[in-house]
């Protein structure tokens, strides 16, 4: 949490979801009145986490030396989604039920048994125009705002099904400025969860930020955003289908107007199934 802090994601030490005691690795992933009931849900937990003496690195230190891979894999693996629906809470205020959480858990080890199998994106030409997804599919734009000059970054989310109907609009007032990378990185990471909140299951993300694409497409989490890239790489399980694209700025319009609108109206707000009149005109401009 001490990193967090220092990547200036947030200024506040207690936790986030039970606000009882202050945020410490072992407490947001161990002990909070939140995250024993998930470590409970694991039948074979090797750990007796209904009376947690270890710290986490202790744990692992155990299981790594006594216990099967198996065991480490599953031991990490609902660490991550508890870290998961913590950033849920913290960014979107909204929390998964303990049983959600060790299902996404068990998603992510079993995703890593099958992770030689996953085939790479191949780099694309930049479309010459903004394209409808194909059917059956939605797409996706993203764009973050951020200045030099100070003030709030936000980001904006704009969906259409492959008719170009759009089918939801969002933006959103962060609460503070971040750096173009980090904005645009939230900007993709609010665009999945977007996406997730409406339960479509094969998606095409776009964004006009090629470095966070690539950083995706990549799988690199060792970058200054790289926990965001990681809650994004994880909610990307969720989806049956859910890529990764590049686009150029001309074509990322609408996105980029969102995300202003948040900015200078300092509010975040949302439309489901119908286009925001501000944006209308640049969405007709997309079909053209
Ligand atoms: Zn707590």
Redesign the pocket.
């Known amino acids: 949490m001490e990193a967090i802090c220092s990547w200036k994601i947030s200024n506040n030490w207690s ?1 986030p ?2 606000k ?2 202050l945020e410490s690795i072992n ?2 992933l161990l002990c ?3 995250s024993s009931p998930v470590w409970n849900l694991w039948p074979e937990n090797p750990l007796n986490t209904r009376e947690i003496r270890w710290s986490f690195i202790d744990s692992a230190m155990f299981l790594l030396s006594h216990h099967p891979q198996h065991d480490l894999e599953y031991f990490f693996g609902i660490a991550w989604a508890i870290w998961y629906n913590r950033n849920k809470v913290v960014h979107e205020g909204n929390c998964l039920s303990h049983q959600q959480v060790w299902q996404i858990a068990k998603n992510v080890v079993e995703d890593s048994y099958n992770a030689a199998d996953w085939d790479f994106p191949q780099l694309r030409p930049l479309p010459t125009k903004w394209n409808l997804p194909p059917p059956g599919f939605f797409k996706v734009n993203v764009d973050g705002a951020t200045s030099n000059l100070g003030g709030n970054s936000s980001v904006g989310a704009i969906i259409r099904d492959y008719t170009g109907q759009v089918i939801a609009a969002s933006c959103k007032i962060l609460k503070a400025g971040y750096s173009a990378d980090l904005v645009e990185t939230l900007a993709l990471l609010h665009g999945v969860m977007l996406a997730q909140e409406l339960h479509l299951s094969r998606v095409l993300m776009e964004s006009n930020a090629l470095a966070v694409i690539q950083a995706v497409n990549d799988k690199c989490t060792g970058c200054s955003s790289g926990h965001i890239i990681q809650v994004i790489l994880q909610s990307r399980n969720s989806f049956e289908s859910c890529t990764f694209q590049h686009t150029s700025r001309q074509f990322n319009q609408v996105a980029h107007e969102l995300a202003h609108y948040a900015r200078r109206a300092e509010c975040s707000q949302d439309w489901r199934g119908v286009t925001p009149p501000f944006i209308a005109a640049l969405v007709q401009a997309d079909q053209l």
């Open positions: 936790c979801i039970c009882k005691a407490h947001a909070c009145d939140f």
